[in-house]
């Protein structure tokens, strides 16, 4: 028989090829758990993306003769109070929460290891007087001092992102801060500091990347815990707002007429919400966290 | 017994947190809003009104003096006046504080010997089915939203098979029991939520002791496995525990906060949702303020009892 290899395929080609290869066997490598979540997550992200073509029904439009219909043939889900269509809904409802919960992640996580990372470095009073900051912001629940600089700057995507951000950023200090304190004594940093780099230069270009483990697994937790907290604004009526089709807003209006046996909205939309923070756990467990991080 | 020297360094460190705590809650209700009688009044206010109603709750006067007479009154209980209710914050602190207690004790009632037992299970058993169906339920319990687990216990067992009532406020004039019946299914969603938690950290001290010297120690000398798990391993194993648990309070008064709108009762979780949403200043300063001390003060106790219980810890002077 001959070999596949005596016919060499066109270059670009043999290097799609070997880009699936090297995929497929990054893949394989994964923990079982990492590629359950990352599909899930990829699911609720196609359904952000392109959610609103493939819905059987308007998600906004309202139905005043079909509403708080329970689940049947035309509606799946069922509709809610104002005859919207539940699944239409759940499916284009992770958008908002999909664009907020990373986004203030990232920037808690970022100014969190920039401040860890400054902390760590210098000893005496910078260390003295940020410790004693970061220690002030942790003194609040985390949910109150949301929920007090939410109402102070009014809620919106923007004001969520901004206040999820600031409450993360002393939890991700504190972390970064005592990796950055152990990476100190070692000896490639004082080669470096002999070496001539500055100070600067010996926290971004050395340091960082020996603690890049660490600023992963805070930013694969706190991308879950993120959706955890967004999800629960919302349904305070602290996060996103309508008339965004977002999970934990449809639970808060569901929630309402459960006493009358209209269990539909509040279930569906819980499962997504459950179905979300599921799958970045998962990734998050695969990536060896649940170990050391606070909440 | 722990150093006065020590003692006084915490304790100065603690007053410290606590005054920056005031700072930061001055800062975000009255300083961020901007304008807060125009915050208070709408847009559509009329310039005069705005001015009057800043000048009454002298908004109008330097940043200093307003923090000034705040802070001072607040330390002789004096929160000032709820805008909403027209009335003084204090005994609506107070009121709700003592409901939230009672909810907070209920909690710990089921938290603490589910937590505390899974884990010595889980560490016993390390490696095994037990362990890891323990600390695998309790990552999954963990994940899932208050909310959500609060609202599907509430269908399950307050709607559909009818044990326990839907609202966690028991009628005036009810009993203890009574009392205590009602919260029963309020508490539920955050005990499921923090036992995995507790129990991990239970867990991790188990491992750790078992695999300590003097374990070995106690086994050598001849001591019966019982024993050993007895006297030696558990105290050493829980100490930290107890840390755990008072760092974990933070987490359980912000859960508060939906627990108490989701099941109607009036604590302090709810009176904090109410003023926001209000936004009645006053009473949010007040409330955060109350919750942020008890937060910060059991952290320091949990730290304390840590220190008192292991001898290691006594001569660690930074809180």
Redesign the interface.
Same mark, same amino acid.
């Given at each position: 028989m001959m070999d596949l290899l005596e016919f060499p395929a066109p270059a670009r080609a043999s290097s799609i090829l070997r880009l699936a290869g090297r995929l497929g066997r990054a893949i394989r490598g994964l923990p079982l758990s990492v590629i359950v979540g990352s599909l899930i997550l990829l699911f609720w992200i196609a359904c952000a993306l392109f959610g609103d073509r493939l819905v059987p029904f308007d998600p906004y439009g309202e139905d005043f003769l079909a509403t708080l219909a329970p689940p049947d043939a035309t509606h799946w889900f069922g509709t809610d109070q104002l005859g919207r269509d539940i699944f239409s809904r759940i499916i284009v409802g992770s958008r908002d929460i999909l664009l907020v919960a990373p986004l203030a992640t990232l920037g808690g996580v970022a100014s969190g290891t920039i401040i860890g990372l400054v902390l760590g470095y210098f000893d005496g009073l910078v260390d003295a007087v940020g410790a004693?900051?970061l220690?002030?912001?942790m003194?609040?629940?985390?949910?109150?001092l949301v929920?007090?600089?939410?109402?102070?700057?009014g809620p919106s995507n923007v004001t969520v992102i901004l206040v999820i951000a600031i409450a993360y950023a002393p939890l991700v200090a504190r972390t970064v801060r005592a990796a950055v304190r152990e990476q100190r004594e070692r000896e490639y940093v004082s080669a470096a500091r002999l070496g001539g780099e500055n100070a600067f230069a010996i926290m971004v270009l050395e340091i960082l990347p020996n603690i890049r483990e660490t600023i992963l697994i805070e930013l694969v937790t706190r991308l879950?815990y993120a959706f955890?907290s967004i999800?629960?604004l919302s349904?305070?009526?602290?996060g996103i707002q309508p008339p965004s089709a977002d999970w934990g807003l449809a639970?808060a209006d569901g929630?309402g007429f459960?006493?009358g046996?209209k269990?539909w909205g509040?279930?569906f939309n819980?499962a997504a919400?459950?179905s979300l923070?599921?799958a970045t756990?998962l990734i998050a467990?695969g990536v060896g966290a649940?170990e050391n991080v606070?909440? | 017994m722990l150093s006065g020297r020590t003692l006084s360094t915490r304790a100065a460190?603690l007053l410290?947190?606590?005054w920056?705590?005031s700072v930061?809650?001055f800062l975000?209700?009255q300083v961020?809003?901007g304008d807060v009688g125009r915050v208070m009044l709408g847009p559509f206010a009329d310039a005069q009104a705005v001015a009057a109603l800043n000048k009454q709750l002298g908004a109008d006067q330097p940043l200093l003096v307003q923090y000034w007479r705040w802070f001072s009154a607040a330390l002789t209980g004096d929160f000032g006046t709820s805008l909403s209710m027209r009335a003084p914050v204090a005994p609506f602190v107070l009121q709700s504080l003592g409901r939230s207690a009672a909810l907070a004790g209920i909690i710990l009632l089921f938290l603490v010997p589910a937590g505390v037992g899974a884990g010595i299970v889980a560490g016993l058993n390390q490696g095994r089915l037990a362990d890891r169906l323990i600390v695998l339920t309790g990552?999954?319990f963990g994940?899932?939203?208050? @909310?959500?687990s609060g609202?599907?216990l509430?269908?399950v067992f307050g709607?559909w098979l009818n044990w326990f009532p839907?609202t966690g406020a028991a009628p005036d004039g009810a009993g203890f029991w009574t009392s205590g019946y009602y919260l029963i299914l309020p508490a539920l969603p955050l005990v499921l939520n923090l036992t995995g938690y507790l129990a991990?950290m239970t867990r991790a001290g188990v491992v750790e002791a078992l695999a300590a010297d003097y374990t070995r120690t106690a086994t050598l000398k001849g001591l019966d496995r019982s024993q050993v798990i007895l006297r030696h391993v558990l105290p050493n194993a829980l100490t930290p525990t107890i840390a755990v648990l008072a760092?974990q309070s933070?987490?359980m008064?912000?859960?508060l906060?939906?627990i108490e709108?989701?099941f109607g009762i009036q604590g302090l979780g709810n009176l904090?949702?109410n003023a926001?949403?209000s936004?009645d200043f006053p009473m949010?300063e007040a409330g955060?303020l109350v919750?942020?001390t008890i @937060?910060?003060l059991s952290a320091a106790a949990g730290d304390l009892i840590q220190a008192l219980l292991d001898p290691r810890q006594r001569r660690r002077a930074s809180?």
């Open positions: 004693r900051l220690d002030t912001l003194a609040f629940p985390f949910i109150v929920t007090m600089t939410l109402v102070a700057l879950g955890f999800a629960t349904f305070l009526g602290l639970v929630y459960l006493t046996g269990w509040v279930v819980s919400i459950v923070v599921m756990n467990q649940f606070d909440r | 460190s410290l947190t606590l920056l705590v930061l809650v975000a209700g961020l809003p990552i999954s994940i899932v939203p208050d @909310f959500v609202l599907l509430l269908m709607l839907i991990r760092t933070g987490y008064l912000g859960g906060v939906v709108a989701l904090v949702l926001a949403k936004r949010l955060v919750m942020a @937060f910060v809180l």
